[in-house]
Protein backbone atom coordinates (compact mmCIF):
# COMPACT_ATOMS: atom_id res chain seq x y z
CA UNK A 1 0.00 0.00 0.00
CA UNK A 2 1.58 3.43 -0.67
CA UNK A 3 1.93 5.33 2.04
CA UNK A 4 1.13 8.96 2.68
CA UNK A 5 3.33 11.51 1.46
CA UNK A 6 4.26 12.88 5.01
CA UNK A 7 7.80 13.98 5.75
CA UNK A 8 7.85 11.46 9.04
CA UNK A 9 10.66 12.60 10.48
CA UNK A 10 9.94 16.04 10.97
CA UNK A 11 6.39 15.01 12.92
CA UNK A 12 5.97 16.33 16.31
CA UNK A 13 3.67 14.56 18.28
CA UNK A 14 0.24 16.33 17.46
CA UNK A 15 -3.27 15.33 16.48
CA UNK A 16 -3.35 14.46 12.69
CA UNK A 17 -6.38 12.75 11.35
CA UNK A 18 -5.79 9.54 9.79
CA UNK A 19 -8.25 7.61 7.57
CA UNK A 20 -10.10 5.25 9.97
CA UNK A 21 -10.56 4.93 13.47
CA UNK A 22 -13.00 2.00 15.92
CA UNK A 23 -15.89 2.80 17.23
CA UNK A 24 -18.12 0.28 19.83
CA UNK A 25 -21.34 1.36 21.48
CA UNK A 26 -22.32 -0.02 25.42
CA UNK A 27 -26.08 0.23 25.51
CA UNK A 28 -28.13 -2.04 27.82
CA UNK A 29 -25.68 -3.29 29.34
CA UNK A 30 -23.80 -4.71 26.21
CA UNK A 31 -21.19 -3.96 23.94
CA UNK A 32 -22.12 -4.03 20.16
CA UNK A 33 -20.00 -5.48 17.70
CA UNK A 34 -18.06 -2.43 16.63
CA UNK A 35 -16.96 -1.30 13.67
CA UNK A 36 -14.21 0.88 11.80
CA UNK A 37 -16.01 3.95 10.75
CA UNK A 38 -14.26 7.45 9.07
CA UNK A 39 -15.97 9.98 10.87
CA UNK A 40 -13.60 11.52 13.69
CA UNK A 41 -16.15 13.35 15.63
CA UNK A 42 -18.51 12.25 18.27
CA UNK A 43 -22.00 13.70 18.80
CA UNK A 44 -23.30 13.35 22.37
CA UNK A 45 -25.68 15.09 24.42
CA UNK A 46 -24.62 18.52 26.21
CA UNK A 47 -25.67 16.57 29.42
CA UNK A 48 -22.86 13.25 28.66
CA UNK A 49 -21.81 12.16 31.70
CA UNK A 50 -17.83 12.87 30.19
CA UNK A 51 -18.41 16.26 29.99
CA UNK A 52 -20.51 16.59 32.92
CA UNK A 53 -18.41 14.33 35.81
CA UNK A 54 -15.12 13.82 33.73
CA UNK A 55 -16.17 9.51 33.51
CA UNK A 56 -13.45 8.96 30.61
CA UNK A 57 -10.33 6.45 30.64
CA UNK A 58 -7.75 6.19 27.77
CA UNK A 59 -4.88 3.76 26.62
CA UNK A 60 -1.67 4.80 25.10
CA UNK A 61 0.26 2.79 22.67
CA UNK A 62 2.34 2.56 19.58
CA UNK A 63 2.44 0.67 16.23
CA UNK A 64 5.39 0.60 14.02
CA UNK A 65 7.63 -1.10 10.75
CA UNK A 66 10.69 -3.38 11.58
CA UNK A 67 13.75 -3.71 9.52
CA UNK A 68 11.89 -6.42 8.06
CA UNK A 69 9.09 -4.86 6.91
CA UNK A 70 6.61 -5.99 9.63
CA UNK A 71 4.15 -3.50 11.49
CA UNK A 72 4.30 -4.92 14.86
CA UNK A 73 2.91 -3.42 18.09
CA UNK A 74 3.86 -3.79 21.95
CA UNK A 75 2.56 -5.67 24.75
CA UNK A 76 -1.19 -4.71 23.86
CA UNK A 77 -2.45 -7.23 25.76
CA UNK A 78 -1.24 -4.79 29.04
CA UNK A 79 -2.61 -1.83 27.93
CA UNK A 80 -5.95 -4.04 27.82
CA UNK A 81 -5.93 -5.83 31.12
CA UNK A 82 -5.05 -2.12 32.85
CA UNK A 83 -7.82 -0.49 30.52
CA UNK A 84 -9.79 -3.73 32.35
CA UNK A 85 -8.53 -2.69 35.77
CA UNK A 86 -9.12 1.69 35.34
CA UNK A 87 -12.61 1.01 33.80
CA UNK A 88 -13.65 -1.41 37.31
CA UNK A 89 -12.55 1.48 38.70
CA UNK A 90 -14.32 4.11 37.38
CA UNK A 91 -17.68 2.11 37.13
CA UNK A 92 -17.67 1.74 33.50
CA UNK A 93 -18.34 -1.35 31.65
CA UNK A 94 -15.02 -3.29 30.76
CA UNK A 95 -14.25 -3.54 27.03
CA UNK A 96 -12.96 -7.60 26.50
CA UNK A 97 -9.55 -7.51 26.78
CA UNK A 98 -9.05 -9.93 24.05
CA UNK A 99 -11.67 -7.78 21.66
CA UNK A 100 -9.18 -4.71 22.76
CA UNK A 101 -6.20 -6.56 21.03
CA UNK A 102 -8.34 -7.39 18.29
CA UNK A 103 -9.74 -3.63 17.54
CA UNK A 104 -5.84 -2.04 18.09
CA UNK A 105 -4.88 -4.57 15.37
CA UNK A 106 -8.01 -3.74 12.82
CA UNK A 107 -7.78 -0.34 13.21
CA UNK A 108 -3.99 0.12 12.36
CA UNK A 109 -4.49 -2.23 9.59
CA UNK A 110 -6.56 0.26 8.33
CA UNK A 111 -4.72 2.93 8.89
CA UNK A 112 -1.61 1.06 7.18
CA UNK A 113 -0.76 4.03 4.62
CA UNK A 114 0.07 6.30 7.62
CA UNK A 115 1.98 3.35 9.89
CA UNK A 116 5.22 5.46 9.54
CA UNK A 117 8.66 3.61 7.48
CA UNK A 118 11.40 1.71 9.30
CA UNK A 119 14.22 4.15 10.09
CA UNK A 120 12.14 7.57 10.19
CA UNK A 121 12.10 7.03 14.30
CA UNK A 122 8.29 7.94 13.73
CA UNK A 123 5.60 5.80 14.76
CA UNK A 124 1.82 5.06 14.50
CA UNK A 125 0.13 6.52 18.54
CA UNK A 126 -2.44 4.29 19.11
CA UNK A 127 -4.93 6.23 21.26
CA UNK A 128 -7.66 3.59 22.73
CA UNK A 129 -10.15 5.32 25.17
CA UNK A 130 -14.05 5.57 26.85
CA UNK A 131 -16.25 7.36 27.82
CA UNK A 132 -19.86 7.85 29.73
CA UNK A 133 -22.29 9.09 26.70
CA UNK A 134 -25.46 9.45 28.12
CA UNK A 135 -26.91 12.09 29.57
CA UNK A 136 -26.80 12.20 33.83
CA UNK A 137 -27.14 15.22 35.70
CA UNK A 138 -27.22 13.38 39.38
CA UNK A 139 -23.99 12.39 40.01
CA UNK A 140 -23.66 8.23 39.30
CA UNK A 141 -22.16 6.67 35.90
CA UNK A 142 -23.42 6.81 32.90
CA UNK A 143 -25.49 3.58 31.30
CA UNK A 144 -24.04 3.86 28.20
CA UNK A 145 -20.71 4.07 26.63
CA UNK A 146 -18.98 4.35 23.45
CA UNK A 147 -15.12 2.61 23.57
CA UNK A 148 -12.95 4.19 20.55
CA UNK A 149 -9.24 3.72 19.10
CA UNK A 150 -8.07 6.19 17.20
CA UNK A 151 -4.35 6.71 15.39
CA UNK A 152 -2.33 9.29 14.54
CA UNK A 153 1.59 9.67 12.89
CA UNK A 154 3.71 11.03 15.55
CA UNK A 155 7.86 11.94 15.05
CA UNK A 156 11.01 10.75 16.58
CA UNK A 157 10.26 11.59 20.63
CA UNK A 158 14.39 12.75 20.66
CA UNK A 159 14.96 14.77 17.74
CA UNK A 160 18.53 15.38 17.93
CA UNK A 161 19.74 13.17 20.16
CA UNK A 162 18.47 12.16 23.62
CA UNK A 163 19.48 15.54 25.76
CA UNK A 164 18.66 14.96 29.61
CA UNK A 165 15.82 17.33 30.91
CA UNK A 166 15.75 19.30 34.13
CA UNK A 167 13.17 18.41 36.25
CA UNK A 168 11.32 20.11 39.83
CA UNK A 169 9.64 18.67 42.60
CA UNK A 170 6.17 19.89 42.57
CA UNK A 171 4.33 22.03 45.18
CA UNK A 172 1.44 20.19 44.09
CA UNK A 173 0.15 16.48 44.51
CA UNK A 174 -0.56 14.30 41.63
CA UNK A 175 -3.09 11.32 43.74
CA UNK A 176 -4.01 10.85 46.96
CA UNK A 177 -3.12 7.22 48.92
CA UNK A 178 -6.43 5.04 47.76
CA UNK A 179 -7.04 7.34 45.12
CA UNK A 180 -6.96 7.26 41.36
CA UNK A 181 -3.14 7.50 40.66
CA UNK A 182 -3.23 3.56 39.96
CA UNK A 183 -5.75 3.77 36.50
CA UNK A 184 -5.65 5.72 33.22
CA UNK A 185 -7.94 8.06 34.04
CA UNK A 186 -8.78 11.32 32.08
CA UNK A 187 -9.36 13.27 35.93
CA UNK A 188 -5.27 12.82 36.55
CA UNK A 189 -4.73 14.71 33.64
CA UNK A 190 -6.75 17.25 34.24
CA UNK A 191 -5.43 18.18 37.85
CA UNK A 192 -1.72 17.91 36.35
CA UNK A 193 -2.38 20.55 34.05
CA UNK A 194 -2.12 23.87 36.14
CA UNK A 195 1.50 21.89 38.31
CA UNK A 196 2.89 20.82 34.76
CA UNK A 197 2.19 24.79 33.16
CA UNK A 198 3.81 26.10 36.07
CA UNK A 199 6.79 24.09 35.74
CA UNK A 200 6.96 25.13 32.08
CA UNK A 201 6.71 28.90 33.45
CA UNK A 202 9.54 28.07 36.25
CA UNK A 203 11.82 26.63 33.18
CA UNK A 204 11.31 22.66 34.28
CA UNK A 205 10.47 20.41 31.91
CA UNK A 206 8.29 18.16 33.98
CA UNK A 207 7.32 17.53 37.71
CA UNK A 208 8.33 14.75 40.07
CA UNK A 209 5.69 14.21 42.30
CA UNK A 210 6.06 12.79 46.05
CA UNK A 211 3.25 11.15 47.70
CA UNK A 212 0.79 13.32 48.98
CA UNK A 213 0.55 11.48 52.82
CA UNK A 214 4.24 12.21 53.79
CA UNK A 215 5.94 14.22 50.61
CA UNK A 216 9.41 11.99 51.52
CA UNK A 217 8.64 9.80 48.43
CA UNK A 218 9.23 9.48 45.13
CA UNK A 219 6.11 8.88 43.09
CA UNK A 220 6.42 9.84 39.14
CA UNK A 221 5.86 12.69 36.60
CA UNK A 222 2.63 13.70 35.44
CA UNK A 223 2.79 11.04 32.80
CA UNK A 224 5.94 8.50 33.07
CA UNK A 225 7.58 6.43 35.57
CA UNK A 226 11.30 6.89 37.37
CA UNK A 227 13.91 4.43 36.89
CA UNK A 228 17.16 5.11 39.08
CA UNK A 229 20.15 3.73 38.91
CA UNK A 230 22.21 3.48 41.98
CA UNK A 231 26.43 3.76 41.76
CA UNK A 232 27.06 -0.14 42.27
CA UNK A 233 24.66 -0.41 39.40
CA UNK A 234 20.93 -1.53 40.92
CA UNK A 235 18.04 -0.66 38.97
CA UNK A 236 15.01 1.50 41.08
CA UNK A 237 12.16 2.09 40.69
CA UNK A 238 9.70 3.84 43.25
CA UNK A 239 6.79 1.19 44.55
CA UNK A 240 3.16 2.85 45.34
CA UNK A 241 -0.36 2.27 45.23
CA UNK A 242 -0.86 5.68 43.77
CA UNK A 243 1.76 5.36 40.79
CA UNK A 244 0.47 4.30 37.27
CA UNK A 245 1.94 0.95 36.31
CA UNK A 246 3.83 1.63 33.79
CA UNK A 247 4.20 -1.01 31.07
CA UNK A 248 7.44 0.33 29.96
CA UNK A 249 9.17 0.43 33.52
CA UNK A 250 7.73 -3.00 34.05
CA UNK A 251 9.26 -3.86 30.64
CA UNK A 252 12.30 -2.12 31.48
CA UNK A 253 12.52 -3.95 35.21
CA UNK A 254 12.43 -7.92 33.53
CA UNK A 255 15.29 -6.53 30.54
CA UNK A 256 17.23 -5.57 33.26
CA UNK A 257 16.81 -8.54 35.54
CA UNK A 258 16.74 -11.41 33.21
CA UNK A 259 18.43 -10.05 29.81
CA UNK A 260 20.97 -7.92 31.78
CA UNK A 261 21.60 -9.54 34.38
CA UNK A 262 21.30 -6.91 36.43
CA UNK A 263 19.78 -6.15 40.00
CA UNK A 264 16.52 -4.96 40.70
CA UNK A 265 14.81 -3.09 43.29
CA UNK A 266 10.87 -2.01 43.14
CA UNK A 267 10.26 -0.20 46.60
CA UNK A 268 9.37 2.78 48.01
CA UNK A 269 12.03 5.03 47.22
CA UNK A 270 12.86 8.46 50.47
CA UNK A 271 13.37 12.04 48.26
CA UNK A 272 16.41 11.76 50.48
CA UNK A 273 18.24 8.86 48.66
CA UNK A 274 17.71 10.79 44.88
CA UNK A 275 21.20 12.46 45.60
CA UNK A 276 22.77 9.50 45.40
CA UNK A 277 21.76 7.80 42.56
CA UNK A 278 24.02 7.95 39.45
CA UNK A 279 21.58 8.03 36.91
CA UNK A 280 17.71 8.97 36.56
CA UNK A 281 15.25 8.42 33.84
CA UNK A 282 11.79 8.82 32.97
CA UNK A 283 10.21 5.97 31.39
CA UNK A 284 6.49 5.54 29.30
CA UNK A 285 5.68 4.32 25.84
CA UNK A 286 6.30 8.21 24.33
CA UNK A 287 9.99 8.41 24.86
CA UNK A 288 10.73 4.63 26.35
CA UNK A 289 13.39 6.36 28.67
CA UNK A 290 13.96 10.07 28.83
CA UNK A 291 17.18 11.06 30.79
CA UNK A 292 17.13 13.41 34.00
CA UNK A 293 20.30 15.48 34.46
CA UNK A 294 18.93 17.16 37.26
CA UNK A 295 15.91 17.81 40.17
CA UNK A 296 15.62 21.24 41.68
CA UNK A 297 13.88 20.80 45.03
CA UNK A 298 13.28 24.43 46.10
CA UNK A 299 16.60 25.60 47.31
CA UNK A 300 18.35 22.11 46.94
CA UNK A 301 19.62 21.62 43.25
CA UNK A 302 20.94 17.27 42.41
CA UNK A 303 23.35 17.10 39.55
CA UNK A 304 23.12 13.43 38.42
CA UNK A 305 26.72 11.86 37.91
CA UNK A 306 25.30 11.41 34.06
CA UNK A 307 25.52 15.01 33.78
CA UNK A 308 23.61 17.17 30.96
CA UNK A 309 25.56 15.77 27.70
CA UNK A 310 23.62 12.16 27.35
CA UNK A 311 21.98 9.37 28.95
CA UNK A 312 24.00 7.41 31.72
CA UNK A 313 25.53 4.38 30.61
CA UNK A 314 23.00 1.71 32.22
CA UNK A 315 19.89 4.01 31.26
CA UNK A 316 21.48 3.44 27.69
CA UNK A 317 22.20 -0.06 27.56
CA UNK A 318 18.25 -0.53 29.19
CA UNK A 319 17.26 1.72 26.85
CA UNK A 320 19.42 0.15 23.67
CA UNK A 321 18.35 -3.13 24.68
CA UNK A 322 14.27 -2.22 25.17
CA UNK A 323 14.26 -0.99 22.09
CA UNK A 324 16.42 -3.69 20.34
CA UNK A 325 13.41 -5.84 21.16
CA UNK A 326 10.89 -3.53 20.02
CA UNK A 327 12.39 -3.08 16.65
CA UNK A 328 12.61 -6.73 16.15
CA UNK A 329 16.88 -7.02 16.76
CA UNK A 330 17.14 -8.85 20.27
CA UNK A 331 14.72 -11.95 20.81
CA UNK A 332 12.83 -10.81 23.62
CA UNK A 333 10.30 -12.68 25.71
CA UNK A 334 7.75 -14.80 24.73
CA UNK A 335 4.49 -12.80 22.91
CA UNK A 336 6.20 -8.95 23.66
CA UNK A 337 5.88 -7.80 19.93
CA UNK A 338 2.59 -8.78 18.49
CA UNK A 339 2.63 -8.59 14.35
CA UNK A 340 -0.04 -6.79 12.89
CA UNK A 341 0.75 -7.44 9.44
C1 LIG B 1 0.63 6.25 30.73
C2 LIG B 1 1.38 6.67 31.95
C3 LIG B 1 2.69 6.22 32.22
C4 LIG B 1 3.48 5.39 31.25
O1 LIG B 1 2.95 4.13 31.06
P1 LIG B 1 3.38 3.24 29.79
O2 LIG B 1 2.49 2.08 29.88
O3 LIG B 1 4.81 2.90 29.98
O4 LIG B 1 3.17 4.09 28.59
C5 LIG B 1 3.27 6.60 33.42
N1 LIG B 1 2.63 7.40 34.30
C6 LIG B 1 1.39 7.87 34.06
C7 LIG B 1 0.75 8.74 35.08
C8 LIG B 1 0.73 7.52 32.89
O5 LIG B 1 -0.50 7.98 32.67
Given at each position: ??K???DW???G??????????????????????????????T??????V???A????????????E??????F????????????????E?????E???????V?V????????????????????????????????????????R???????????G?????????????????H??????????????????????????A??M????????????T????????T?????????????????????????A?DI??????????????????A???????????????????????????????????????????????????I???????????
Open positions: MAKDISNLFDYLKTDYRYVSNFKDGAWDEGEIVTDNNIMSECACLQYQTCFEGLKAYTTDGRIVCRPDLNAERMAMTAKRLMPVFDKRFVDAVEVKANEAWVPPFGSGATLYIRPYMFGINSVIGVKPASEYQFIFTTPVGPYFKGAKPIVITVSDFDRAAPGTGNIKAGLNYAMSLHPIMEAHRNGFENYLDAATRTKVEEGGANFIFVKDGTIVTPKSDSILPSITRRSLMTVELGMKVEHREVYFDEVKDFECGLCGTAAVISPVGKIVHGDQEIAFPSGMEEMGPTIKKLYDTLTGIQMGKEGPEGWVKTIM
